[in-house]
């Protein structure tokens, strides 16, 4: 089977997390390397969680750390969303798998040279945004863009914003400007794929490290939710992502022109998500559907499948 190139840019992160694991456990696509940025968390600790999600699957992947700040402001708090530690604070081994030495930016051109590349990704867009400006052919050498993030109809930050555009909505703009083909998917999709108590139930009774792992980190993740939500659904936002690689066709796209707002006193970082249908055929698509029942099965499924390291 020829496998899709695919390179992880996030900010570890319970929901990247489960969106990472998804990845490996996916024949479909071959993960070529995790770049951190921070988000959720610093730096520090984002990539710390990357090499911790490397280091449970048993095949070696290239780890980097990118940018520590946003293009503009920086952020001054982690969130508290994933817990202190960006993982839903379990107790982990030091990693085996050690940072590599490039900068992210430079990992994202390296695997884009190597061959035909496609980039996931599901935290802040900083270090696509800054790769693109150190090496300004790399719009042209990606084939696709995948990214978890915006909202048309309500943010998750403010009521304009959603996290990710957010914390960086310089580098959203200078990525939505880029040429390459961009699949979008915004808080409007995110929120119908969700995992329920029942879900993390059936990965505690596996009795493996992935399920006690994935179980383990989501249980605060829902706690969270149902503080801030009203229920205990975890919303599996960046797991569109590699869903919409793996299994073509379960999400429904729709053909749009994206763009940011980077000013105003309310609407910073507010994506506008142009629906009208003289774009259908555009380069640039959003998520609009997403059946929970058969993505909850097939996510279970994979994560199951999928072999530890011994
Ligand atoms: C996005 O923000 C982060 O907290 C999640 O990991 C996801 O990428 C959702 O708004
Ligand atoms: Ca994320």
């Not at 969106?19 to 940025?37: D, H, N, Q, R, Y």
């Not at 293009?71 to 990693?95: A, K, M």
């Not at 763009?259 to 009208?276: L, N, P, Q």
Request: with cysteine.
């Amino acid at each position: 089977m020829d496998r899709r190139r695919v390179l992880i840019d996030t900010d570890p992160g319970v929901d990247d997390a489960i969106a990472i694991l998804l990845a490996f456990a996916s024949p479909e696509i071959e993960v070529v390397a995790i770049t951190a940025v921070a988000g959720n968390v610093g730096l520090d600790k984002t990539a710390l969680n990357a090499r911790r999600l490397a280091d449970l699957v048993d095949r070696p992947v290239v780890v980097a750390a990118g940018c520590a700040e946003p293009l503009s402001d920086p952020v001054t708090e982690d969130s508290v969303v994933h817990g202190r530690d960006g993982l839903g604070d379990l107790e982990w081994d030091e990693p085996r798998t050690i940072l590599d030495p490039r900068h992210a930016t430079e990992v994202i051109y390296d695997a884009a040279v190597e061959g035909p590349l496609t980039i996931v990704a599901i935290g802040p867009l900083t270090n696509l945004a800054v790769a693109l400006e150190r090496h300004p052919d790399l719009e042209s050498m990606v084939e696709r863009v995948v990214i978890m993030g915006g909202a048309s109809f309500e943010g998750n930050v403010t009521p304009a914003a959603e996290f990710n555009i957010w914390v960086d909505p310089e580098a959203a703009r200078r990525v939505f400007a880029a040429s390459w083909p961009i699949d979008l998917m915004p808080l409007d999709l995110t929120h119908q794929a969700y995992l329920v108590d029942e879900d993390l139930e059936e990965m505690r009774s596996w009795g493996t490290v992935i399920g006690e792992r994935c179980s383990g980190m989501l249980e605060p993740y829902a706690a969270f939710h149902d503080e801030w939500y009203g229920n205990r659904d975890v919303i599996m936002h960046d797991a569109m992502c590699v869903y919409e690689l793996v299994s073509p066709g379960a999400i429904t796209l729709q053909g749009v022109r994206l763009a940011v707002e980077v000013a105003g006193e309310h609407a910073r970082g507010a994506t506008f998500i142009d629906r009208r249908r003289a774009l259908a055929d555009s380069v640039q698509r959003v998520g609009v559907h997403v059946d929970n029942a058969q993505f909850r099965r097939f996510l279970l499924d994979r994560l199951h499948s999928l072999t530890p390291r011994s």
